[in-house]
């Protein structure tokens, strides 16, 4: 039974960083592929970081150069540090697991989910 829990959300004004975990159970790394999206209110949930079952990361254009995505396998949490935060960034983000791997750091419908942590940033 694959659990996804996130943590690490908040309030911050425009420049500053968050970093977001993901405590993760039940995930076999070489099977499953993870990402972090996205939902601001009235908007559709967006993709915003994904990493492969090899490792390999990828990005939406929006965040590419102030986003990383990371796997620490050892503490079984994935990670999702933000720096140079925009008001545009403001939105429940989710972290997601899935043993079908398609449509890279983009929105895919992942298999798991966890139940979301607010970030708002303030200009």
């Known amino acids: 039974q694959v659990q996804l829990a996130e943590s690490g959300g908040g309030s911050v004004q425009a420049g500053g960083s968050l970093r977001l975990s993901c405590a993760a159970s039940?995930?076999?790394?070489?099977?499953?592929?993870m990402g972090w999206l996205r939902q601001a209110p009235g908007q559709e949930r967006e993709g915003v970081a994904f990493?492969?079952?090899?490792?390999?990361?990828s990005y939406v254009d929006s965040v590419k150069g102030r986003f990383t995505i990371s796997l620490d396998k050892a503490k079984n949490t994935l990670f999702l540090q933000m720096d140079n935060l925009k008001p545009e960034d403001t939105a429940m983000y989710f972290c997601?697991?899935?043993?079908?791997?398609?449509?890279?750091?983009?929105?895919?419908?992942?298999?798991?989910w966890g139940q979301g942590t607010q970030v708002t940033v303030s200009s």
């Open positions: 997601a697991a899935d043993t079908v791997c398609r449509g890279g750091a983009n929105f895919y419908p992942y298999n798991y």
């Open positions: 039940g995930v076999t790394y070489s099977r499953y592929c």
């Open positions: 990493i492969d079952r090899d490792g390999s990361p």
